[in-house]
């Protein structure tokens, strides 16, 4: 009798209901990870063909990056090219955007290791509005820069590095200017977040 009242009625049905319930949130739980997928697809279509565009521009590599940029305490991390793909110590790392983001410091037959142009204590002389000076790298995509006050500077100009043909290396987030000082301060940061970074674009130094 009491097998009968849990297989029919109010049992039954409310057996149906929790497995049409988990049913349910199986096909949700799908279609999140479909549409997640999706993005992740679309976003790095897009990389890709800004790669491309900047490849239309002038030759180089594109290459993955296969190791975490925040993992290194030294300002390098590694990508998924190398001698083998004919990639050469010196050569420029670049953003898909064109910023340099490192230099190729060590070349293996099939991997590379890149440092920073902001790497922690790292120096690379800075272009603003004319006015040159060392940029001293703080790690993280970050350099400070001192430039005389009579210098216009703003947030948002492009900071160019002569030694790396002329090529952007990053834009100006901050100015810390004191009239007491013949120096201001300024803090250039890569318009690119490190750790996001999928793929770069290598090309050979001129």
Known sequence: MRSAVFDTGYFSSHRSLATENASLRSQLDRSAEDAAAYEVARQENELLRALLHLAQQEK????PVVSSVRSSPYGTFLVGAGESD???????VLTEG????GKVSE???????????FAG???VDASVNGA??????????????????GIEIHEGDVVTAPQLGGRPIGLVGHIDSDTSSAEQTVLVSLPVN?????????????
Do not use: D, K
Not at 108 to 117: A, H, I, S, Y
Not at 132 to 149: L, Q
């Open 132 to 149: 040159v000076a060392p940029a001293e790298g703080r790690g993280g995509g970050n350099a400070r820069v001192m430039m005389p006050r």
């Open 60 to 63: 180089g590599i594109t290459a």
């Open 98 to 101: 064109g910023f340099v983001v």
């Open 86 to 92: 004919g990639i050469a110590v010196g050569s420029l």
């Open 107 to 117: 070349v293996g037959q099939r991997t590379t290791l890149v440092t920073e142009v």
């Open 194 to 206: 490190l750790a996001s970074l999928r793929y770069i674009y290598i090309v050979p130094i001129q």
């Open 121 to 123: 204590g790292a120096e």
